[in-house]
């Protein structure tokens, strides 16, 4: 199935990202972890905006934004969130105002995500509740209360989980499909970080409209595992059906992992730092401590408990987050 049939070149989208991003082998982090082949999607190269996987979903949402002639751009979540930074960007690149709505209250601090979000020019506001989830209600009061006062905003929702969102990675997948019969890899399973989930749902609408026969394992970084199970379904689901697909994906291909959140979302874990420093030892590659880490060190731990046979051929998809590295001194990081 070429891109066009895939029905995805009928949706508008803004190019940001630079594409394809590289696929490297991973031999001495293999070889350090015990895993099988194991290669990484370099989606941390995604360039855009200091990059990471939210590039290509805002891709397909800006281009939508600017069809409805939105003024204004409106995301949140926590003050270190990538796609907060990433959709801040899309905003001054595509001239739109950026309203970012932030859990909790002024950090102490201008570091990571904050900083460059604030240097992006994001009009920012806090909701003064800890819980992150008390920024999806905030959003859409951000979004009406700009609409009466004239404006025309475009509320996005926390990590651009959306329809719209999701196809960046269906797209993601056919991109991946190439550089595999290219490089003449077979891969048996994707491996990734799965928060907001649509990630885990496009990768997973892609492989499956590709008919892959490759798994596609999420391992949780924020939410309990039923509730990932059930939310990549539904997007999977969704995006199969606006590319105008009836085919459905039975629960049993949504493979969702727990256990690795560690004490919870954003804070760091032994078992993370511990992959952190092995990629970066290995390979020279920077993971984050929010979300590739705890992946990997799920995917270690999986590789240990046997899950993963020797015989077979993983890829990791890195989805970036390197500036979480830069917040707070970073005793978490030493040895
Ligand atoms: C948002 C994010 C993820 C998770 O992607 P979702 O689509 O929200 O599941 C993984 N890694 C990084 C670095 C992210 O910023």
């Not at 508008?12 to 490297?24: D, F």
């Not at 890899?185 to 990630?199: K, M």
Request: glycine letters at 12%.
């Amino acid at each position: 199935m070429s891109l066009d049939e895939l029905g995805l070149r009928n949706i508008p989208h803004v190019l940001l990202a630079s594409l394809p991003t590289p696929i490297m082998e991973a031999p001495r982090l293999a070889a350090a972890i015990g895993s099988p082949r194991l290669w990484i999607k370099r989606d941390d190269l995604t360039g855009f905006g200091f990059g990471g996987n939210k590039i290509r979903g805002l891709e397909f949402l800006l281009a939508d934004a600017l069809a409805q002639e939105a003024d204004t751009l409106v995301t949140g979540a926590g003050p270190q969130s990538n796609y907060v930074r990433a959709t801040a960007a899309a905003a001054a690149h595509a001239g739109l105002n950026m309203v970012a709505v932030y859990s909790g209250t002024t950090p102490p601090q201008v570091q990571g995500n904050y900083r460059l979000t604030r240097l992006l020019g994001a009009d920012i506001r806090f909701t003064g509740n800890p819980d992150r989830a008390s920024v999806d209600g905030a959003i859409e009061e951000t979004a009406l209360e700009l609409r009466s006062a004239g404006r025309r905003p475009y509320p996005i929702p926390r990590g651009g989980a959306s329809v719209l969102g999701t196809l960046g990675y269906v797209q993601a997948a056919y991109e991946l499909a190439t550089q595999c019969v290219n490089k003449d890899i077979s891969p048996d399973a994707l491996v990734l970080a799965t928060g907001s989930c649509g990630t885990q749902a496009g990768l997973l609408a892609g492989v499956r409209l590709l008919r892959l026969p490759w798994r596609v394992e999420g391992f949780t970084v924020s939410r309990p595992v039923d509730e990932v199970k059930s939310r990549v379904l539904a997007l999977a689901q969704a995006a199969i059906e606006r590319l105008g697909f009836t085919r459905t994906i039975a629960p049993q291909d949504v493979i969702v992992h727990g256990g690795f959140i560690g004490p919870g979302y954003g804070v760091p874990t032994p078992e993370g730092t511990q992959a952190i420093r092995l990629a970066a030892r290995c390979e020279g590659i920077f993971l984050d401590p929010t979300y590739t880490g705890k992946a990997m060190a799920g995917f270690l731990a999986y590789c240990n408990r046997g899950h993963f046979r020797r015989d077979e051929t993983v890829i990791f998809l890195h989805t970036g987050g390197e500036p979480a590295l830069f917040v707070g001194e970073g005793s978490w990081l030493n040895e």
